[in-house]
Structures are given as structure tokens and as C-alpha cells.
């Protein structure tokens, strides 16, 4: 294809390809946790770093990285300290994060044209040092997830019961917390900030519906987030539109479709199961008479 002969398009299609693999696999344990929200709130957090960031003249990308982690660390604590409660947490780190970086952002005002790659993403312009974090943060999570994989099983479904059987829930919860920061951090540059919880809510959400088991959720999802970045990646490129947009419409559209499939297949089996019930009533009663019959000569 044309686009891979370009040298930004590789970057592209690399780090699309790494972040949709490990974000879409983050997804269906967030959801499970009713954590949906987490990811967005992160990334606000994250646009808190990056501008503190370029005001203060720091990279902005690693600001963003490590603010986005304390701040996961902070939600951790918080879902703790109101455990009746705890989707506070979320709504006070949203609120901080999100008023942080206004003041921040108004305060150097020359910085806000560059805001707008944050805000929206711009994976066609992923340089190495962004690479480079998104491939240590992958295989950062990928080696997470493996290791832990059935903590986190027990951990999503039921923390009490995980903590009965010896399983140390605090310290995976924060671990898991940090990872979803580090992710959403890595993930800014594709999608931006105001659509990074597309990336990790819509595949999983799709997978969980669709999907007969949680490892088949696991590979479902990550094969819907990677098809859906590639698709839109090209659909960006052939149709000049902004990829972090294109990359979120093409993902709710695989949504969209994949319910409406759903529901027209299980209706289809379910009329069929009444036709076939509504025809073999006649041959019961049939076959109830004539043994009314045989037994009454």
C-alpha cells in the first residue's frame, strides 16, 4: 500500500497497533470493575501534566505520562477512603485535573495551538520518544496481565471473595490502577484526550456483549480494537480526516453493528425455536390420541 511507504505511517501503524492491543485487553477488566469512566478521567489528568509541562518547559509527553500515574495512584486511594462511594473518587480527580489544566493553559496562552494534537490526537505525527514509551508501557502491561491474569479474574468479578482466598487486593488493585494511567498516557497521542476512553471502552464493550467467555472477551476485544485503529488509520489517510476522530467513529460503528447482529441473530433463533415448537404440537396431540385410543379398545 502507498501510505506504508511513508515513514510516519509506520510510526503510526505501530503505535495504533501496540496501544490497541493492550488498551481494548485493559478495557474488559474496567468494565467488569465498573471502571468505565477511569480512562477518561485519567486523561484529564494526563492534560494536566502536559500543560504544566510546556509551562514550565518541560516535555510535555513525559509530564503527562507521570501526572496521569500519580493521579492513578490518588484515585486508588480515594476509591478506598469512600468505599460506599466510590465513584466520588473519579468525579474529584476529574474535576482537579480538568481545572488544573485550564489554569495552566491560560496562564501561557502561546501553548494552546499546540493543545489541539492533545485534545484530538495525532498518531500520524507519533515521534520516537512517544514510540518508544507506548512499546515499554505494552510490554510493561502485556507482562501484567499474564502474570496476573487470574488475580484479576477473581479481583473483577468479586473483591471480597478474592481477598478471602489469600489474594493481595490492594496492592494488584493499585498495581492495575497505575498500569490504566500508564496506558492512558501512551494512548494520548492516538485518539487525544477527549476520545481515549474510545479506545479501551468501545472494543471491550463490544467484546463482553458478543463474546461466549472472559478469555474469549480478552482476544475479542483486542481483535476489534486493532482492526478498528488499522481501519481507521487508512480510512484517515484515503479521506484526509483526523485520525483520533476516524479511529473512534470507525470503533462505535463496529459497535453499532455488532448489537444490531446480535439481537436480528437471537430473534431469528428464537422465531425459529417457536416455529418449530408450533410444529410439533399437532404431532403430540396426534400421537396423545391415538394412545387415548390404544388404550381403550
Given at each position: 500500500?502507498?501510505?506504508?511507504?511513508?515513514d510516519f505511517m509506520q510510526r503510526a501503524f505501530c503505535a495504533g497497533g501496540?496501544?490497541?492491543?493492550?488498551?481494548?485487553?485493559?478495557?474488559?477488566?474496567?468494565?467488569?470493575?465498573?471502571?468505565?469512566?477511569?480512562?477518561?478521567?485519567?486523561?484529564?489528568?494526563?492534560?494536566?501534566?502536559?500543560?504544566?509541562?510546556?509551562?514550565?518547559?518541560?516535555?510535555?509527553?513525559?509530564?503527562?505520562?507521570?501526572?496521569?500515574?500519580c493521579g492513578a495512584v490518588v484515585v486508588e486511594y480515594l476509591r478506598r477512603?469512600?468505599?460506599?462511594?466510590?465513584?466520588?473518587?473519579?468525579?474529584?480527580?476529574?474535576?482537579?485535573?480538568?481545572?488544573?489544566?485550564?489554569?495552566?493553559?491560560?496562564?501561557?496562552?502561546?501553548?494552546?495551538?499546540?493543545?489541539?494534537?492533545?485534545?484530538?490526537?495525532?498518531?500520524?505525527?507519533?515521534?520516537?520518544?512517544?514510540?518508544?514509551?507506548?512499546?515499554?508501557?505494552?510490554?510493561?502491561?502485556?507482562?501484567?496481565?499474564?502474570?496476573?491474569?487470574?488475580?484479576?479474574?477473581?479481583?473483577?468479578?468479586?473483591?471480597?471473595?478474592?481477598?478471602?482466598?489469600?489474594?493481595?487486593?490492594?496492592?494488584?488493585?493499585?498495581?492495575?490502577?497505575?498500569?490504566?494511567?500508564?496506558?492512558?498516557?501512551?494512548?494520548?497521542?492516538?485518539?487525544?484526550?477527549?476520545?481515549?476512553?474510545?479506545?479501551?471502552?468501545?472494543?471491550?464493550?463490544?467484546?463482553?456483549?458478543?463474546?461466549?467467555?472472559?478469555?474469549?472477551?480478552?482476544?475479542?476485544?483486542?481483535?476489534?480494537?486493532?482492526?478498528?485503529?488499522?481501519?481507521?488509520?487508512?480510512?484517515?489517510?484515503?479521506?484526509?480526516?483526523?485520525?483520533?476522530?476516524?479511529?473512534?467513529?470507525?470503533?462505535?460503528?463496529?459497535?453499532?453493528?455488532?448489537?444490531?447482529?446480535?439481537?436480528?441473530?437471537?430473534?431469528?433463533?428464537?422465531?425459529?425455536?417457536?416455529?418449530?415448537?408450533?410444529?410439533?404440537?399437532?404431532?403430540?396431540?396426534?400421537?396423545?390420541?391415538?394412545?387415548?385410543?390404544?388404550?381403550?379398545?
Amino acid at each position: 500500500m502507498e501510505m506504508l511507504h511513508y515513514d510516519f505511517m509506520q510510526r503510526a501503524f505501530c503505535a495504533g497497533g501496540l496501544i490497541a492491543l493492550l488498551a481494548s485487553a485493559l478495557g474488559v477488566y474496567l468494565l467488569l470493575r465498573r471502571q468505565a469512566l477511569m480512562a477518561d478521567m485519567l486523561s484529564h489528568v494526563s492534560l494536566a501534566g502536559i500543560a504544566g509541562g510546556a509551562y514550565f518547559q518541560v516535555n510535555p509527553t513525559m509530564t503527562g505520562f507521570l501526572v496521569a500515574v500519580c493521579g492513578a495512584v490518588v484515585v486508588e486511594y480515594l476509591r478506598r477512603a469512600y468505599r460506599t462511594y466510590s465513584e466520588i473518587s473519579v468525579a474529584i480527580i476529574m474535576v482537579g485535573g480538568l481545572s488544573l489544566s485550564v489554569i495552566l493553559m491560560s496562564l501561557n496562552k502561546s501553548i494552546n495551538i499546540s493543545f489541539s494534537s492533545y485534545l484530538f490526537g495525532s498518531v500520524v505525527a507519533v515521534n520516537r520518544t512517544e514510540l518508544i514509551i507506548m512499546l515499554a508501557t505494552a510490554v510493561i502491561g502485556a507482562l501484567f496481565f499474564y502474570f496476573l491474569r487470574r488475580p484479576l479474574y477473581l479481583i473483577s468479578f468479586d473483591e471480597e471473595t478474592a481477598r478471602t482466598n489469600g489474594i493481595p487486593v490492594p496492592w494488584i488493585s493499585l498495581g492495575f490502577s497505575i498500569l490504566t494511567g500508564m496506558i492512558v498516557a501512551a494512548a494520548m497521542p492516538i485518539v487525544g484526550v477527549l476520545l481515549v476512553s474510545s479506545l479501551i471502552v468501545l472494543p471491550a464493550s463490544l467484546a463482553i456483549r458478543i463474546s461466549p467467555s472472559f478469555s474469549a472477551a480478552i482476544f475479542i476485544s483486542m481483535g476489534i480494537g486493532l482492526l478498528g485503529v488499522f481501519t481507521g488509520l487508512t480510512a484517515s489517510y484515503e479521506l484526509s480526516t483526523p485520525p483520533g476522530g476516524t479511529i473512534a467513529f470507525v470503533l462505535l460503528t463496529f459497535l453499532v453493528i455488532g448489537i444490531t447482529v446480535k439481537k436480528t441473530i437471537h430473534k431469528l433463533g428464537a422465531k425459529a425455536r417457536m416455529t418449530a415448537k408450533q410444529a410439533e404440537m399437532p404431532v403430540t396431540r396426534h400421537r396423545a390420541t391415538r394412545a387415548e385410543e390404544w388404550s381403550n379398545p
